[in-house]
């Protein structure tokens, strides 16, 4: 395992895009945003041949920089994305142990940054964080198309990611059907009773014993200090995201979908919540969910989270739909999964093409 860079075979391109739809968002999050572009070896050589594209969307937190952050003994994204599409130094073989037993076809790849300063947008349109979800589809996807050798039209257009990017990989084809032909999802967030209700109880708790069950007061505290310095931080923080995802008011209000003095679910906010489930969207978008080329999903067994029920579930409603999809669990955890980005991405490439 090499420690420092990697120098890629492909290249990777760092671009900025100026958002019309995110300016005046509720956060004053800024509306200049990072992006990168990686083309395989030989893209772009001939300037008469087109290939399909991906873009990779992150988990809750991530910016887009962080795709670059190395763990111990692993490959970074980038070098996982390079290996595949080149093979390790060019080999044009895979990397030895990878979920994936050939080079598939080139393809465009875009890590594309909807982060948020609540630390995530789940790629929707809300009055809460921002219109993300066109940023996302009108946007990255035109300027994508206009500057890179890509086949511009959904059939030979595909989206992946992990977690709160697997979420945002599964709903985005249903909501906009016209940008996506095909999803990889990375137990992404799904079967909302179990991913996010065991938060709420334990964020009802913090709040009383920590802040005499006031919002107000955590983010007074939160704000004058390291970010995550304290160990009820990331619920509190994921919670309130969440809501200001799934059932803000049309002037901003984030509205949250529990009591927070008692925990008890406000039951007509959390319907809101559970219609933004993937498990509950499908059967409502069964004609976009038929008419992609292919949907990847996987998560680990012991997925701290219960993604794995979340991934089982949407696997099932899709069975019963009539679906054709893949479905995967693998021995593993939430955390630490980056390895398997590579099994969506090859799988995509496959059938996306012409």
Same mark, same amino acid.
């Given at each position: 395992m090499?420690p420092w ?9 760092? +671009? !900025? ?9 509720? /956060? ?7 992006? *990168?572009v990686?083309?395989?070896p030989g893209?772009?050589?001939d300037? $008469? ?13 991530? +910016?887009?920089?962080?795709?670059w952050?190395? !763990?111990?003994?692993r490959?970074t ?6 290996? /595949?599409?080149?093979?390790?130094? $060019?080999?044009?073989e ?5 979920p ?5 076809p080139?393809?465009?790849?875009v890590?594309v940054d909807? *982060?948020?300063?609540?630390? #995530?947008? +789940?790629?929707l349109?809300?009055?809460g964080?921002?219109?993300?979800? &066109? ?6 996807v ?10 511009p039209?959904?059939?030979?257009r $595909? ?8 979420? #945002?990989?599964?709903?985005?084809p249903?909501l ?12 992404g ?8 209700l ?9 709040l009383?014993?920590h ?8 983010f &007074?505290d939160?704000t ?13 923080? $994921?919670i *309130?995201?969440?809501?200001?995802c799934?059932?803000?008011e049309?002037?901003?209000?984030v !509205? /949250?979908?529990?009591?927070p003095? !008692?925990g ?6 959390w319907?809101? *919540? /559970?219609a933004?489930?993937p498990?509950?969207?499908a059967a ?13 999903? &996987?998560a680990?067994?012991?997925? +701290?989270?219960w993604?794995d ?8 409603e899709?069975g019963?739909?009539?679906i054709e999809?893949v ?6 955890t939430h955390?630490g ?8 991405l ?7 093409g012409?």
């Amino acid at each position: 395992m090499k420690p420092w860079r990697v120098e890629p075979r492909g290249r990777f391109e760092q +671009q !900025t895009i100026r958002s019309r739809v995110l300016e005046g968002n509720a /956060l004053g999050d800024p509306v200049e945003r990072p992006l *990168w572009v990686y083309l395989p070896p030989g893209v772009g050589d001939d300037p $008469g041949r087109r290939h399909p594209s991906i873009y990779v969307i992150q988990g809750y937190t991530g +910016q887009v920089d962080m795709w670059w952050n190395r !763990t111990a003994l692993r490959p970074t994204v980038p070098e996982l994305i390079d290996e /595949l599409f080149a093979g390790p130094e $060019g080999s044009g073989e895979p990397r030895r142990g990878a979920p994936v037993d050939q080079v598939p076809p080139p393809a465009v790849v875009v890590l594309v940054d909807c *982060w948020t300063s609540l630390g #995530g947008s +789940q790629f929707l349109n809300s009055p809460g964080t921002g219109r993300y979800l &066109d940023y996302l589809c009108d946007e990255v996807v035109a300027f994508v198309d206009d500057r890179y050798p890509t086949l511009p039209a959904r059939e030979h257009r $595909g989206i992946a990611g992990k977690s709160s990017g697997g979420y #945002g990989a599964m709903v985005a084809p249903m909501l906009r059907p016209d940008t996506f032909g095909g999803l990889a999802s990375h137990a992404g967030d799904a079967l909302f009773e179990h991913c996010y209700l065991p938060d709420m109880a334990a964020a009802t708790r913090a709040l009383r014993d920590h802040y005499d069950g006031s919002y107000e007061r955590f983010f &007074d505290d939160f704000t004058a200090r390291p970010a995550m310095s304290k160990e009820a931080d990331g619920i509190l923080l $994921g919670i *309130w995201a969440m809501a200001a995802c799934y059932s803000a008011e049309p002037d901003g209000t984030v !509205t /949250l979908p529990f009591d927070p003095a !008692t925990g008890r679910l406000r039951d007509e906010v959390w319907a809101r *919540w /559970l219609a933004l489930d993937p498990v509950r969207m499908a059967a409502g978008h069964a004609d976009q969910l038929r008419s992609l080329r292919g949907i990847y999903l &996987d998560a680990g067994r012991r997925d +701290q989270y219960w993604l794995d029920l979340g991934a089982t579930a949407f696997s099932a409603e899709l069975g019963a739909l009539g679906i054709e999809h893949v479905f995967e669990l693998f021995d593993a955890t939430h955390s630490g999964i980056e390895y398997r980005y590579p099994a969506g991405l090859a799988f995509l490439a496959e059938r996306l093409g012409d």
